[in-house]
């Protein structure tokens, strides 16, 4: 990846805005899950005789079914959520000839699926048409390496293998693509098909509802899930409240939990290993629905929880920077070109230098925010040299200018010393003068001799006045909540499907471990569609 003259942002940095939402629905904060673990038709917990005892994983609380129930409905499959996974799951269930009802807690179809941006693919015909060859097993290869072979293989080629089918099954309901298939500027294979648009919200989240209506299914918006029905160690349905107050019972013969993982929970996200004071300083980009309501509504059947394995998607981010939404995207946008850049020096709590900070532009983006979770603070540590050859353009200058102006002494804190610097951070000064002596030391003789950092990102920070900025989150979502099995089916603490209940999407997402690789672009997306066909699918065998 190259610099350019008066731009020290890395090109895979230059779409990271773009998955805002382009409809406005992104939320600044974390909204708190309301009280949403299952029960049975009885009012007992499932939980009682299968949830874990591990100390580090929640434990369902016990609620009733409601007092009242002012509508009942009978289908085959409810689909809870009607994201990108929802989505897909209700146009299978219903092409497969099942009466489904589609249940979304938001006023309108799509969540965070209106932000994203493309699907992965391999061979179709649309990457033929374009010339287009990758070998299957390079990219499996890749991702089981990368994850140190804890993600599953099989899960990676049932995915691979299938994506152009996907595709064309899109097509075929409807769903538009500009055309383009590149590797998002930031992949290590040609695999993101650009939606039209560039956005879900255009080429993929209207055409899908339509499709699905147009096989009969139904969707009841505003109208969240509140618990699972469970007999007899089978999901039989949920229940459910709508706007105006009203407890719905669904009776169904399967339920698909596709509600978007956790995001949004600030309860449940410690069990992914988020320390606390990042969760509580973290931006947040995922919309407030994604509140982990499929997550405990498996939980409280005695679902197998694989948040201590969930990878996260979240970007270094410092807190002040105005968050870009809406085109052009500023290259300092949110603070990430200042942190991810490469060039600065980080330094942790103890005022030590912890990582080669050019991960973010030589290996992943979402890596510096993951490295940064052991610490109780992070900071990166820059000069006025700098921040004018980050600013060298007239449109950045402008933008950075006012960010600093906003944030000095909050967030972003500047003095003449590095000795004054460490007493407005609360950094112990030896540690913090030693580290940066170090540095430079290693930026003059063109070696990093403790991380390796590449030599061309070996800058010198000599020049006073010298800045910290305290490095927050950019928090996207969580992929992964659920234990699930090829078949999209959730399992129990035994590694066992319960019968009758499926996770699809960011519920059930099992194809990475703690960290979102990024090497294939879309394939989040990809395989959010391709588990909700899954989920569809399993669930039409066992009905029959």
Same mark, same amino acid.
């Given at each position: 990846?190259?610099?350019?003259?008066?731009?020290?942002?890395?090109?895979?940095?230059?779409?990271?805005?773009?998955?805002?939402?382009?409809?406005?629905?992104?939320?600044?904060?974390?909204?708190?899950?309301?009280?949403?673990?299952?029960?049975?038709?009885?009012?007992?917990?499932?939980?009682?005789?299968?949830?874990?005892?591990?100390?580090?994983?929640?434990?369902?609380?016990?609620?009733?079914?409601?007092?009242?129930?002012?509508?009942?409905?009978?289908?085959?499959?409810?689909?809870?959520?009607?994201?990108?996974?929802?989505?897909?799951?209700?146009?299978?269930?219903?092409?497969?000839?099942?009466?489904?009802?589609?249940?979304?807690?938001?006023?309108?179809?799509?969540?965070?699926?209106?932000?994203?941006?493309?699907?992965?693919?391999?061979?179709?015909?649309?990457?033929?048409?374009?010339?287009?060859?990758?070998?299957?097993?390079?990219?499996?290869?890749?991702?089981?390496?990368?994850?140190?072979?804890?993600?599953?293989?099989?899960?990676?080629?049932?995915?691979?293998?299938?994506?152009?089918?996907?595709?064309?099954?899109?097509?075929?309901?409807?769903?538009?693509?500009?055309?383009?298939?590149?590797?998002?500027?930031?992949?290590?294979?040609?695999?993101?098909?650009?939606?039209?648009?560039?956005?879900?919200?255009?080429?993929?989240?209207?055409? /899908?509802?339509?499709?699905? *209506?147009?096989? =009969?299914?139904? #969707?009841?918006?505003? %109208? $969240? !899930?509140?618990?699972?029905?469970?007999?007899?160690?089978?999901?039989?349905?949920?229940?459910?409240?709508?706007?105006?107050?009203?407890?719905?019972?669904?009776?169904?013969?399967?339920?698909?939990?596709?509600?978007?993982?956790?995001?949004?929970?600030?309860?449940?996200?410690?069990?992914?290993?988020?320390?606390?004071?990042?969760?509580?300083?973290?931006?947040?980009?995922?919309?407030?629905?994604?509140?982990?309501?499929?997550?405990?509504?498996?939980?409280?059947?005695?679902?197998?929880?694989?948040?201590?394995?969930?990878?996260?998607?979240?970007?270094?981010?410092?807190?002040?920077?105005?968050?870009?939404?809406?085109?052009?995207?500023?290259?300092?946008?949110?603070?990430?070109?200042?942190?991810?850049?490469?060039?600065?020096?980080?330094?942790?709590?103890?005022? /030590?230098?912890?990582?080669? *900070?050019?991960? =973010?532009?030589? #290996?992943?983006?979402? %890596? $510096? !925010?993951?490295?940064?979770?052991?610490?109780?603070?992070?900071?990166?540590?820059?000069?006025?040299?700098?921040?004018?050859?980050?600013?060298?353009?007239?449109?950045?200058?402008?933008?950075?200018?006012?960010?600093?102006?906003?944030?000095?002494?909050?967030?972003?804190?500047?003095?003449?010393?590095?000795?004054?610097?460490?007493?407005?951070?609360?950094?112990?000064?030896?540690?913090?003068?030693?580290?940066?002596?170090?540095?430079?030391?290693?930026?003059?003789?063109?070696?990093?001799?403790?991380?390796?950092?590449?030599?061309?990102?070996?800058?010198?920070?000599?020049?006073?006045?010298?800045?910290?900025?305290?490095?927050?989150?950019?928090?996207?979502?969580?992929?992964?909540?659920?234990?699930?099995?090829?078949?999209?089916?959730?399992?129990?603490?035994?590694? /066992?499907?319960?019968?009758?209940?499926?996770?699809?999407?960011?519920?059930?997402?099992?194809?990475?471990?703690?960290?979102?690789?990024?090497?294939?672009?879309?394939?989040?997306?990809?395989?959010?569609?391709?588990?909700?066909?899954?989920?569809?699918?399993?669930?039409?065998?066992?009905?029959?």
């Amino acid at each position: 990846m190259v610099f350019q003259a008066g731009k020290m942002r890395p090109e895979s940095l230059m779409h990271v805005s773009r998955r805002s939402f382009l409809t406005g629905a992104a939320a600044l904060g974390i909204v708190a899950a309301g009280s949403l673990s299952g029960c049975t038709a009885g009012g007992g917990s499932a939980s009682d005789t299968n949830s874990s005892d591990s100390a580090n994983e929640d434990q369902a609380a016990e609620v009733s079914a409601p007092t009242t129930i002012d509508e009942t409905i009978d289908v085959d499959v409810v689909v809870v959520g009607a994201g990108i996974s929802g989505l897909s799951a209700a146009v299978q269930a219903s092409e497969n000839g099942l009466k489904t009802l589609v249940l979304e807690k938001g006023s309108e179809a799509g969540g965070n699926g209106v932000g994203t941006e493309g699907i992965f693919g391999v061979d179709s015909a649309i990457q033929k048409d374009l010339g287009i060859e990758i070998e299957p097993a390079d990219i499996i290869r890749t991702e089981l390496e990368e994850s140190q072979w804890r993600s599953s293989g099989a899960l990676w080629y049932d995915l691979v293998s299938n994506s152009a089918d996907n595709i064309e099954w899109l097509k075929t309901n409807g769903v538009e693509f500009s055309g383009v298939v590149d590797n998002y500027h930031t992949g290590l294979y040609e695999t993101m098909h650009w939606w039209k648009g560039d956005a879900g919200a255009v080429g993929y989240v209207p055409q /899908m509802q339509t499709a699905a *209506e147009k096989n =009969g299914a139904e #969707f009841r918006f505003s %109208t $969240p !899930a509140t618990a699972l029905i469970f007999e007899e160690d089978t999901a039989k349905g949920v229940f459910a409240q709508d706007e105006e107050g009203k407890n719905i019972q669904v009776n169904a013969k399967a339920v698909i939990l596709c509600s978007g993982g956790i995001g949004a929970n600030a309860e449940l996200l410690p069990l992914t290993g988020m320390p606390q004071s990042m969760i509580e300083e973290m931006q947040v980009m995922c919309v407030p629905t994604v509140s982990g309501d499929g997550y405990n509504m498996a939980r409280s059947a005695g679902c197998k929880s694989n948040l201590n394995n969930a990878s996260i998607q979240a970007f270094c981010a410092i807190e002040g920077f105005p968050n870009d939404t809406e085109p052009p995207y500023s290259q300092l946008a949110c603070g990430m070109g200042l942190v991810n850049c490469g060039f600065a020096m980080w330094v942790d709590q103890d005022g /030590m230098r912890f990582t080669d *900070e050019s991960i =973010g532009v030589n #290996f992943n983006v979402a %890596t $510096p !925010a993951v490295t940064c979770m052991g610490n109780r603070e992070s900071y990166v540590l820059f000069t006025q040299e700098f921040v004018d050859t980050l600013a060298a353009n007239p449109d950045d200058k402008e933008y950075l200018d006012s960010a600093m102006a906003a944030t000095l002494g909050k967030s972003v804190f500047e003095a003449e010393t590095i000795e004054e610097l460490a007493d407005m951070c609360s950094l112990p000064k030896d540690n913090l003068s030693e580290a940066l002596n170090m540095y430079n030391g290693f930026c003059e003789q063109g070696f990093d001799g403790q991380f390796g950092k590449p030599a061309e990102f070996l800058k010198t920070l000599s020049s006073p006045p010298y800045y910290a900025a305290k490095i927050s989150s950019l928090f996207i979502v969580v992929d992964g909540s659920i234990a699930t099995n090829i078949r999209a089916e959730v399992l129990n603490e035994n590694s /066992m499907p319960i019968s009758g209940l499926y996770a699809a999407g960011l519920d059930g997402a099992m194809l990475w471990h703690n960290i979102y690789t990024q090497n294939m672009p879309g394939s989040c997306v990809g395989n959010n569609v391709h588990t909700g066909r899954v989920a569809a699918n399993s669930a039409k065998e066992y009905i029959g």
